[in-house]
């Protein structure tokens, strides 16, 4: 093996390891950054897309996140606490995911209304296991799923939103929540290999 060649793999190699043990590194936007409204029903609770009706989202490199708007117009969070949001999710893109990552925007005065505190993911109906990072606090990052979530499979999330008491006679600020997909990681990493060791060949030709 020429001395090009091989340095050229070893580089590809570490990249791969870090590719797999660092999967925020492939953070992503969807392909058609929608912008969604919603709005808080009894429970209280909001539910986006269902198991029947699954809300599409194609995973785009170069897309923003999926951005949502939940109101509350009838005050059912005016004494705070918990809120349940239930989505369903299909990925109509061509790449797996293996992680989800949600952040909860701060409002027009500058205050995050709330916290995420409990989650529950399922695949096709089967529940699945997951790392979840960030509880406590408005960013959750979803990762280390037991299984990938594959182009037509639709992805479940039943979390739990820790909401800050409203003023009374004063609706609360809407709650803005940024969300989006990124691809799993060993496939990801080995796209990039695949190309790194055929850049590394035709240098190898070339000389």
Known sequence: MKP???????????????????????????????????????????????????????LDPNGPPWTKTI???NFLLLNGGPLNVDESIINV??????DWHEHILPDATGVVPGLWTGVFMAINGNPIGFNAIGLGTPDLWLDTFSQPVLPGDVLSIRKVMDVKPGIPGVPNQPIIIQEYPTP????????????LMLLARRKNEST
């Open 71 to 73: 109101l509350d117009p």
């Open 4 to 58: 090009a060649l091989s340095k050229n793999i070893l580089n590809a190699i570490a990249i791969l390891a870090l590719c797999l043990i660092s999967s925020p590194v492939f953070a992503q936007g969807t392909a058609n950054g929608p912008n969604t409204v919603h709005t808080v029903g009894p429970g209280p609770g909001v539910v986006i897309g269902t198991p029947l009706n699954p809300f599409p989202i194609d």
């Open 184 to 195: 799993e990681p060993a496939s990801a990493a080995l796209i990039g290999l695949g190309s």
């Open 93 to 98: 893109g061509n790449e797996p995911w293996f």
